[in-house]
């Protein structure tokens, strides 16, 4: 049984090496054109271009976001130019410079939109279509002005708190007949508590201040290359010898083909 095993792979062997004979040209031809298609296909065909953007607001919830934005997504992947280019307010050459983009949300406050491209020209175009596509996400809009409106009315009410607190100080010194420690403490109190609802109204202005559309933060984007002469090459060659491997298997069956009609 081993000795037949044995046989066979050195049988096995004696064929592949009279297959390599055999079709020895046709093979080198093949995987040599398809290295110069892969050269060619280097420098003359397109250059695909990762860009990675930063688009920030304080008004983000991660989950959701993702969800929401994830439609840009899908017609991209399925090349839905059209509807791309309309969704982005861009025109449709520069939608389809477009090959693949994707959402991280794994940052707080922030969305990292990752994006191959094909052209650095329409770049600029590019990004304030993606901004401008967030900014009018009816969601993102909606949640932007709930959170303004509600620290509005909570800056109001404190002001009407300190307004009142100001009242009553002015009531308090205009009684004031004698200056006991019991008396001070009162008004120290009143000022205590000023400066506490003063301290609140800082954070929530602050808070409004920082409430903003999406924006870009890093301004000095950085293309890098999709493409490499070694693994083109390497692609191409690959391919060239497995098609021309193919092609010998091919003649060969066609040839047995033949001589067992003849036969």
């Known amino acids: 049984m081993t000795e037949n095993k044995e046989i066979d792979i ?20 093949i995987t040599l054109l398809s290295a110069i298609v892969g050269i060619l296909d280097f420098y003359l065909g397109k250059n695909y271009y990762k860009v990675n953007l930063i688009a920030t607001s304080p008004n983000v919830d991660r989950e959701i976001v993702y969800e ?28 389809q410079c477009i090959r693949k983009i994707e959402l991280d949300t ?3 406050d922030a969305v990292i939109i990752s994006l191959n491209v094909n052209s650095k020209d329409n770049m600029q175009e590019l990004q304030g279509g993606l901004m401008t596509y967030f900014n009018e996400l009816p969601f993102f809009k909606s949640q932007l002005k709930i959170r303004q409106n509600e620290i509005k009315t909570y800056i109001n009410v404190l002001n009407q708190e300190i307004d009142d607190l100001n009242k009553m100080q002015e009531v308090v010194f205009d009684n004031l007949e004698d200056r006991n420690n019991s008396q001070m403490v009162s008004v120290g109190g009143l000022f205590s508590e ?10 929530l202005e602050k808070e409004y201040k920082s409430l ?22 390497i692609l ?5 010898f497995f098609a021309s491997c ?14 067992s009609i003849k036969s």
Not at 246 to 259: F, M, P, S, Y
Request: hydrophobic share 50%.
């Open 236 to 240: 191409y060659v690959f391919f060239g």
């Open 10 to 29: 050195i049988g096995l062997i004696a064929k592949t090496v009279l297959f390599f004979k055999r079709h020895i040209i046709s093979i080198v031809v």
């Open 106 to 108: 794994s940052l707080t």
């Open 246 to 259: 193919l092609v010998g298997i091919g003649v060969d069956t066609v040839k047995k083909v033949r001589k």
């Open 68 to 95: 929401i934005a994830s439609p840009i997504v899908y017609y991209i992947q399925n090349e839905m130019y059209d509807t791309v280019a309309q969704k982005l307010n861009v025109d449709l050459e520069v939608a």
């Open 212 to 233: 903003h559309s999406f924006s870009l933060v890093n301004d000095n984007i950085i293309f890098l290359s999709q493409k490499s002469l070694k693994k083109n090459l």
């Open 194 to 203: 000023m400066i506490e609802i003063y301290d609140r109204k800082v954070e």
